[in-house]
Nanobody, 118 residues
Framework: QVRLVESGGGLVQPGGSLRLSCSAPGIISRITTMGWYRQAPGKERELVATTTDGNPNYAASVKGRFTISRDNAKNTVSLQMNSLKPEDTAVYYC?????????????WGQGTQVTVSS
């Protein structure tokens, strides 16, 4: 199973910052979109931020607080999260849409926990 590799996450106080990073293995080529989703307990997975052809897309709830960045040459994507709120607490999943072999598909990381609490 092809998985993206995430790092970052952890426990932070409200108002604090965290940075998530993700790397796609070299077997995935022609990646179009990379980004981040999150899932809080009892809720469905939701989009946080994605970037396609240099164009970022943010959920309304994180716009102005989170910044997504991508290195196309290295197939990496990062999420800088500032002014964190308790409602940002969730498992964050890295996402990429690319090609393995001849099939284009969606690929995910294993998830990393972000907890915002005092």
């Amino acid at each position: 199973q092809v998985r993206l590799v995430e790092s970052g996450g952890g426990l932070v106080q409200p108002g604090g910052s965290l940075r998530l990073s993700c790397s796609a293995p070299g077997i995935i080529s022609r990646i179009t979109t990379m980004g981040w989703y999150r899932q809080a307990p009892g809720k469905e997975r939701e989009l946080v931020a994605t970037t396609t052809d240099g164009n970022p897309n943010y959920a309304a709830s994180v716009k102005g607080r989170f910044t997504i960045s991508r290195d196309n040459a290295k197939n990496t994507v990062s999420l800088q999260m500032n002014s964190l709120k308790p409602e940002d607490t969730a498992v964050y999943y890295c996402y990429a849409r690319g090609v393995v072999g001849i099939v284009r598909n969606d690929y995910w990381g294993q998830g990393t926990q972000v907890t915002v609490s005092s």
